[in-house]
């Protein structure tokens, strides 16, 4: 029996399924074995040591020395070495839970190291999304031992972990919400989305929706050179937000990439004690407009994980990296009718805007393709066949449409610097999580953060054209590897990268930056409790018994009345001695 | 006994502004007891107006604790308190909200009247005027500058009550004797020396002269006639009146030493008050004292500039003045073309009342001058005859013979705008308006006679909203005709729409009636061109087929 097959037979025992999870996966991208001095090897992922070369053993006690009680959880199985020094300084503890985000890289140490007794003294939790783990703990991350290492290798999923946890202890019920996204543009879905999670979460959301602006906006682009008049286009609608703001009266507002707000705006609302988030989904090289709008939030969400330092550096005052997702409910696996197969339906697809290097890319490729989207005006003719209904913008749920019917999605980042691949691309575009959550088969270019968002046996990744004709050509003729990449990208989406998550995660980090409802939110019966006539009193008391309840949710009940009341026609009256009030304080 | 509540929740300058209202009502109704609703914190100005029972809201306290969502119950039991007392004796007979907000309309919705004016809450609880005076203050704010009237007439107009009328407001003794204490105080001698009062800030900036040119004109005014400049205002004032009032030998600065009643009868020692357009022009001008008014960025004298006889007014000769509402200017030249030599003319004319030859100053300034005209209405006369006021004069006539008579039957109009284009306008209008009341009455003779399909409506409903956006396109296109077309619009929107008959009825009554002065003046003889009018064709109205 080998090293490996030791262990997988002590997990077996009393975690099969975990055993047999670990037994099916693969190595990670980037682990190396190394040797050491005591004759047993430590391992290195992506350019970090989980142990000490020399010495694993002897770091490994030293660094449970300091701790004073057994934890509830360790983060990092790493190669065993600390969770052994812990079982031996509290032989008398509890069971101890051990998670593991990567299966494969249990297999490695598994096939290195007889730790069999050591499995039949802890429970391992492996590749265990941060939503799933946060929901059945019992101890706060302060309790948490996080095998150091792990604080680098899996930052993403202590990050993770760590909001959902401040999200599920946070202080009160619903925060009110307004939601802001661009006049138009890719980063306009995402913040429908957002909106449609917030909501899901119970929060009170509003959307400032500017396509309105839409027709304006693109005429004044079009027939203006002049920057300066669509600065003042955005002047505009920056004011209009803050109307916006002060008559839903938000505890956060949540900007979009692209959302057409200034910076005098954004101090007038920050002196109105309003906390204010940016989730910028779009190139920080490319794009450099943060470096005016993040020193002024409270929270500046981006897509890069690199792009953290300068924009830290910018004066931020905190910035976290969060990746994008799919929506729950929408992004799905749809059964198409016959008619829809045929339309949307291809052994190739590509869903997006005409960039430089999928143009190039596309017109070498030489496979048949169908290209959905816009922006491809003036393509080489080659790709003017592939090209579907001459270019028109393709809708969010007709793309859905497209992913469930094509074998094969092809996903390319874009990129106006290079022929093709960019081979240092970082962020993940929303598409991979799209298609991933729709369970449809992508192959996708490798960026660098994808890594650390599914593990290898969940995309089919591609990094050059002679790569991406290979795949092609493999996954077209193998049909079951394609359904089995599509079924553990989606469970990994459904598990991790859901907007319903992020959005638990952004107010996760809010709330550890202090943002708190700004109403006690009391109920409807604390506030008929305070009332001094019993006819308020009982007034009050229609409302439902549980949730805040302010003036605000009252004149919303009574507008829906045809005869109002004497009680009615007073709170109507007083919302609008309310609204005078703040459109006075606007306007002074 | 009648009774009647006015709710007028505004400033002290407005309160003063009632007081015609408050005596017409007197005249007109000698038995009725009159009541006003009011902020608060204008209860020194209120307890010097005539009025039988003044009910103060205390709307400061009410904005505090609606600030706080925690307090709002606070808030509730202010109001319904308020409310409820309103209500103790029953309804009024007649309640006029003369404050244009959504909270005061929704306020007087709390008291119980038999009839209402001014704004109110409809069915639908929107915010509408409920009467045509009420509806053509609304509409004159897409154009103000096209608008004739004083708010006190209008809001006289409203309650169907005449002029000429004075602002009215009590001064005692105890007053003037303080006033005297005060001046003795500060090293003046009350009996024999000039005052001239200053009112050198206002409720914004934008409507404030400059401080140096108030400086030089109390020196011109000392320098020539040996005046005494009081300068006046409440105590946040107090620096900017100092400043003046240290460049301008004698003058006094009284910023925040006055209250209304000292202020009231310093006013009455004065002998002219020189003065954006403040709550202080309107106190000079309930006392007796003529008024001087530096007319500059947003004001527009004509709406509430110094209600009465012998008032004088400078503005600066610019086709935005005065700015349109909720505009912010950024190069407000109208105050630098405004100089203290004009003021100081204007003041010593309006000092001694004097009649005779009008100063004139030339093509950048414009002065006027206030009178009453034939029917007791405040007008503010330019001194140098101006084309410019000439359609001012059109839309006088218009709005006399839409208001003054009833909407079915609107008085007559004698005066058509002199300029052809103008002209042109108008009679597309009033041809608009005929083919639509011609249409309504085919809409309703039709269904009268056979119920109409759905497809049918639809064809009429389509064929009246492109005249009504012929009208509207009209507006947009000639801002005179602007609130002319929105007027008809309100009004139209505050029928009752239970019976699409009614509607109709009342729609198109309205719009004939709106036509009719024009259609029937356009066939008089024109002063110009003896009735060569440019009428095209295609304008020519339909015949009406008569109520």
């Known amino acids: 029996m080998t090293t490996l097959e030791k262990n997988l037979s002590a997990l077996r025992e009393r975690q099969p399924e975990t055993a047999a999870r670990v037994e099916r996966s693969c190595t990670p991208d980037g682990l190396e074995r190394i040797e050491t001095p005591q004759g047993f090897p430590v391992h290195r992922l992506r350019g970090r040591l989980l142990h000490s070369q020399r010495d694993p053993e002897r770091e490994a006690r030293k660094q449970i020395a300091r701790l004073d009680r057994p934890p509830g959880l360790v983060v990092g199985f790493g190669d065993g070495f600390h969770i052994e020094a812990l079982l031996e300084r509290f032989p008398g503890a509890e069971e101890i839970t051990v998670v593991e985000p990567e299966a494969g890289l249990l297999r490695a140490v598994f096939e290195t190291r007889d730790l069999s007794r050591l499995l039949s003294r802890i429970r391992l939790a492996v590749g265990r999304a941060p939503a799933a783990l946060v929901r059945d703990l019992t101890s706060a991350p302060a309790y948490w031992y996080v095998h150091p290492p792990v604080e680098q290798i899996q930052r993403r999923y202590l990050e993770a972990a760590r909001a959902l946890w401040s999200y599920r202890s946070r202080p009160q019920g619903p925060v009110r919400i307004l939601v802001v996204g661009p006049v138009y543009g890719g980063s306009y879905p995402v913040a429908c989305y957002a909106k449609e999670a917030l909501s899901r979460l119970g929060h009170e959301v509003a959307f400032a929706d500017l396509s309105a602006f839409q027709g304006g906006y693109r005429e004044l682009e079009a027939w203006s050179r002049d920057r300066n008049l669509l600065v003042v286009f955005e002047e505009l609608l920056s004011r209009f937000l803050e109307k916006r703001a002060e008559a839903f009266g938000p505890d956060l507002v949540l900007f979009l990439a692209q959302a057409p707000i200034r910076e005098e705006s954004l101090k007038r609302l920050r002196e109105k004690d309003i906390r204010l988030a940016y989730w910028f989904v779009e190139d920080y090289r490319r794009m450099t407009y943060w470096e005016r709008i993040a020193p002024l939030t409270d929270v500046f969400f981006t897509i890069q994980r690199e792009a953290e330092g300068p924009m830290r550096a910018a004066g931020t005052r905190c910035v976290r990296y969060l990746p994008l997702a799919a929506l729950e409910g929408f992004h799905e696996p749809l059964p198409l009718t016959e008619e829809e197969q045929r339309r949307y339906g291809a052994d190739l697809s590509f869903v997006g805007a005409g960039y430089p290097n999928r143009r190039n890319f596309f017109a070498r490729l030489s496979r048949d393709l169908r290209i959905w989207g816009n922006e491809w005006e003036g393509a080489a003719p080659v790709l003017a066949e592939m090209i579907q209904d001459q270019g028109r913008r393709v809708s969010a749920e007709e793309s859905v449409r497209i992913f469930n019917a094509s074998r094969i999605n092809l996903n390319l980042h874009s990129s106006i610097c290079h022929d093709g691949v960019d081979p240092h691309g970082d962020f993940v575009n929303p598409r991979t999580f799209e298609i991933a959550g729709c369970r449809a088969f992508q192959l996708v270019d490798r960026r660098s953060l994808l890594g650390e968002l599914f593990e290898p046996d969940e995309l089919a990744l591609f990094q050059d054209l002679e790569d991406a004709r290979d795949k092609i050509d493999h996954f077209l003729s193998h049909e079951e590897e394609r359904l089995a990449y599509a079924r553990r990208g989606f469970e990994r989406v459904r598990q991790e990268h859901t907007y319903d998550l992020r959005m638990q995660e952004m107010l996760g980090v809010l709330y550890e930056q202090g943002l708190r409802s700004r109403s006690k939110g009391k109920s409807a019966r604390d506030w008929a409790q305070e009332a001094r006539s019993p006819e308020l009193r009982q007034y009050l008391e229609q409302f439902p018994a549980q949730g805040p309840v302010e003036l605000e949710d009252i004149v919303g009940e009574i507008r829906k009345k045809n005869n109002p009341g004497w009680e009615d026609r007073v709170f109507l009256a007083l919302m609008a001695f309310k609204e005078e009030s703040t459109c006075r304080g606007s306007c002074s | ?122 069915e639908a609880r929107s915010f509408v005027p409920a009467d045509p005076y009420s509806a053509y203050l609304v509409a004159m704010m897409s154009n103000r500058r096209a608008n004739p009237f004083h708010l006190v007439d209008i809001w006289l107009g409203t309650l169907g009550l005449r002029g000429p009328a004075s602002l009215r407001m009590k001064v005692t003794d105890q007053d003037m004797e303080r006033a005297v204490d005060l001046l003795r105080a500060s090293g003046a001698d009350p009996e024999r020396e000039l005052f001239v009062g200053f009112q050198v800030s206002a409720s914004q900036k934008e409507k404030c002269w400059s401080e140096e040119g108030f400086a030089r004109l109390g020196r011109q005014l000392e320098r020539n006639l040996g005046a005494r400049i009081l300068l006046f205002g409440v105590s946040e004032e107090r620096d900017l009146s100092r400043r003046i009032a240290s460049a301008v030998p004698g003058a006094l600065s009284l910023a925040g030493r006055t209250g209304l009643g000292e202020l009231a009868a310093l006013l009455r020692r004065a002998a002219v008050l020189v003065t954006n357009d403040t709550g202080t022009q309107h106190v000079a001008a309930a006392v007796g004292t003529p008024v001087v008014v530096v007319s500059v960025g947003p004001v527009f004298f004509r709406e509430t500039g110094p209600y009465g006889e012998g008032h004088r007014v400078l503005q600066a000769r610019l086709p935005c003045a005065p700015c349109s509402f909720h505009v912010s200017c950024s190069n407000p030249v109208c105050k630098d073309r405004i100089r203290p030599d004009h003021v100081y003319t204007l003041a010593v004319w309006a000092m001694r009342r004097a009649q005779g030859p009008q100063p004139d100053f030339g093509p950048e300034v414009r002065s006027y001058r206030s009178g009453f005209d034939e029917r007791g209405r405040l007008q503010y006369e330019p001194d140098v005859p101006d084309p410019d006021d000439e359609i001012l004069r059109f839309h006088k006539e218009l709005w006399t013979a839409l208001l003054e008579g009833s909407e079915t039957q609107p008085g007559p109009l004698d005066l058509l705008p002199a300029d052809p284009k103008t002209r042109r306008r108008w009679d597309r209008a009033a041809s608009v308006l005929e083919r639509a009341s011609h249409l309504m009455d085919r809409m309703r003779t039709e269904s009268v006679r056979r119920p109409l399909n759905a497809q049918e409506w639809k064809r009429l409903g389509d064929e009246l909203r492109q005249e009504e956006e012929e009208l509207r396109g009209l507006a947009r296109e000639a801002e005179e005709l602007s609130p002319f077309v929105h007027y008809l619009l309100i009004r139209r929107e505050c029928f009752p729409t239970a019976s699409p008959w009614a509607f109709l009825r009342m729609t198109s009554d309205l719009y004939r009636a709106a036509a009719a002065p024009i259609l029937s003046a356009r066939t008089r003889p024109s002063p110009e061109k003896g009735g060569d009018f440019p009428w095209s064709d295609r304008n020519c109205a339909t015949p009406s087929p008569g109520p």
């Open chain 2, 1 to 122: 006994m009648q009774r009647i509540l006015l709710v007028n929740l505004m400033r002290m300058g407005d309160i003063l502004q009632s007081t015609p209202v408050v005596a017409g009502l007197r005249r007109a109704y000698p038995e009725a007891e009159i009541h006003l609703a009011f902020n608060e914190a204008f209860a020194e100005t209120v307890c010097r107006i005539d009025v039988d029972k003044a009910h103060p809201l205390p709307m400061a306290r009410l904005r505090d604790a609606l600030a706080s969502p925690e307090r709002f119950l606070d808030a509730f039991g202010e109001l319904e308190r308020f409310g409820r007392r309103l209500n103790e004796k029953g309804p009024y007979d007649l309640l006029f909200n003369q404050t244009p907000s959504p909270a005061a309309a929704a306020l007087s919705d709390l008291v119980e009247a038999r009839a209402r004016r001014g704004m109110r809450l409809d």
